[in-house]
């Protein structure tokens, strides 16, 4: 079976630009989180949604949105991208995205903002 | 807020050796679930082992183990007879239920862990 996917691998922009990131869940997963992982530190968590709904959002600034579409996967966006917006952006997927469902991570996308 | 800290920062050991990293969290929920990751140079973070806070029982998978003491709040993890393939970024996290978050987890910082040959 599939694990969840992510694209891009990697993605550089410059200061000002907006990116789109897409993940892929587990098939018959319904829910996905968004995490950041900047260099050196470990995960935050960015967004969950669960059946098209966001049920949670982390301390991050309205630059940064996400959705999630009918097959259930979800799409990362962020715009007037910062330097400090450079980091590993990890999608992960569960069942329902209950507190005892288990997260299964991709393989993140590489964010480079020169 | 929820809490999770890796005091070590870089273990490096030969292989064979044993590999024991620790973890200590901090949360007022009664009923949480702790979880192991590992992180290898690749990125990805793949998914080790989960606990529940009411089972405090440890056990043993293969060459990893883990040691569950509610009483500390620690959740520490060993991998037995250490190989090269285990080097990576070990990460501690625990899950974190509100109603502004949704269901997420919090890291710790991670430990990385060298095997040499």
New interface residues.
């Given amino acids: 079976d599939a694990g969840v996917t992510q694209s891009p691998t990697h993605l550089i922009k410059t200061r000002g630009q907006h990116v789109t990131l897409r993940c892929s869940p587990i098939s018959g997963h319904k829910s996905v989180s968004w995490y950041q992982q900047v260099l050196g530190q470990g995960p935050q968590f960015i967004f969950q949604y669960y059946e098209k709904e966001e049920r949670g959002r982390g301390n991050f600034p309205d630059r940064f949105s996400a959705r999630q579409f009918p097959n259930y996967s979800s799409e990362l966006n962020v715009n007037a991208l910062l330097l400090g917006d450079s980091a590993l952006y990890l999608c992960a997927s569960s069942l329902s995205g209950g507190r005892t469902d288990t997260q299964y991570f991709g393989p993140g996308t590489r964010l480079t903002v020169l | 807020a929820q809490k ?1 800290t890796q005091a070590q920062t870089e273990i490096s050991v030969v292989e064979k050796e044993d590999v024991t990293l620790d973890c200590v969290y901090e949360t007022r929920d009664t009923t ?2 702790l ?1 192991w ?1 590992k992180q290898p140079p ?6 080790l082992i ?1 606990r ?1 806070s009411f089972d405090e029982q440890n056990e043993i998978s293969g060459r990893y183990s883990w040691n569950f003491q509610k009483s500390t709040s620690s959740f520490n993890f060993t991998i037995t007879a250490s190989q090269v393939v285990d080097s990576a970024v070990y ?1 501690c ?1 625990l ?4 109603r ?11 430990t990385r862990v060298l095997v040499k040959p």
């Fill in positions: 999770v949480y679930y979880f990751y690749s990125g990805e973070l793949v998914f989960r529940n990460f996290a899950s974190e239920s509100t502004a978050a949704g269901n997420k987890l919090t890291f710790g910082g991670g």
